[in-house]
Every structure is written in structure tokens, then in C-alpha cells.
Nanobody, 123 residues
Framework: VQLQASGGGLAQAGESLTLSCRARGRILSLNYMAWYRQVSGKQRELVADCTIGGVTKYADSVQGRFTMSRDNAKNMAFLQMNSLKPEDTAVYYC??????????????????WGQGTLVTVSS
């Protein structure tokens, strides 16, 4: 399974960007999806996550500004980022936990990461 993230770019403070993440491959159930971000030299931090049932949680730093959603039929997740701030500048990564089958054709839970998409917010 591969996760492909897109939608990053350059924005000015106060503007909006929307990130997309598509999961491709043999997925029996995409149980959990999340967005993380990482600034060079710092630990990767959880920005938002969403269960297959649509329950979302947000980091305090983005609460009220970012909205995560999913399209389960397309195995996609989105992160609508409004009122962007310079401190939102980071590489954003898509993460997913999914059920698939391993090489022995046994059900197994897996975790996947996208390649990261850069968001730069100027003041």
C-alpha cells in the first residue's frame, strides 16, 4: 500500500491550503488516517487524525483552523488548513493504519506513511 500526499505549497499568513492523501493498494479496511507535520530538527507531531467512523481529533495548535475529512469510498483523507500561520510551516505527512493480508494470506494490520508535502507560510 502506498500513500500519496499532495496539495502543499506556499501561502501567506491568513490564507488557506488543502492537503490530500490517497491510499492505493490492497486495503481491506482503512481504519485510521492521520496528518503529521515535521519541522527540520524537531520531532514529528500529530496534527489531526480520523477514525473510519469519522471521529476526528486535532492538536491544540490547529484546533479551530484545520479540518480533517475522509472519503472512505476513495481511500482518501483531506486536511483543510485555514488561517495559516508562519508556525504551520512544515513538511506534512499522511499516515494510515489499515487491514490487509500478508504474504501468507493472513489478515494483518499495517501502517503506512506518505512521502510528505511541504507547506510554507510566509508572514
Amino acid at each position: 500500500v502506498q500513500l500519496q500526499a499532495s496539495g502543499g505549497g506556499l501561502a501567506q499568513a491568513g490564507e488557506s491550503l488543502t492537503l490530500s492523501c490517497r491510499a492505493r493498494g490492497r486495503i481491506l479496511s482503512l481504519n485510521y488516517m492521520a496528518w503529521y507535520r515535521q519541522v527540520s530538527g524537531k520531532q514529528r507531531e500529530l496534527v489531526a487524525d480520523c477514525t473510519i467512523g469519522g471521529v476526528t481529533k486535532y492538536a491544540d495548535s490547529v484546533q479551530g483552523r484545520f479540518t480533517m475529512s475522509r472519503d472512505n469510498a476513495k481511500n482518501m483523507a483531506f486536511l483543510q488548513m485555514n488561517s495559516l500561520k508562519p508556525e504551520d510551516t512544515a513538511v506534512y505527512y499522511c499516515n494510515a493504519e489499515y487491514l490487509s493480508t500478508n504474504t501468507d494470506d493472513v489478515y494483518e494490520d499495517f501502517t503506512a506513511w506518505g512521502q510528505g508535502t511541504l507547506v510554507t507560510v510566509s508572514s
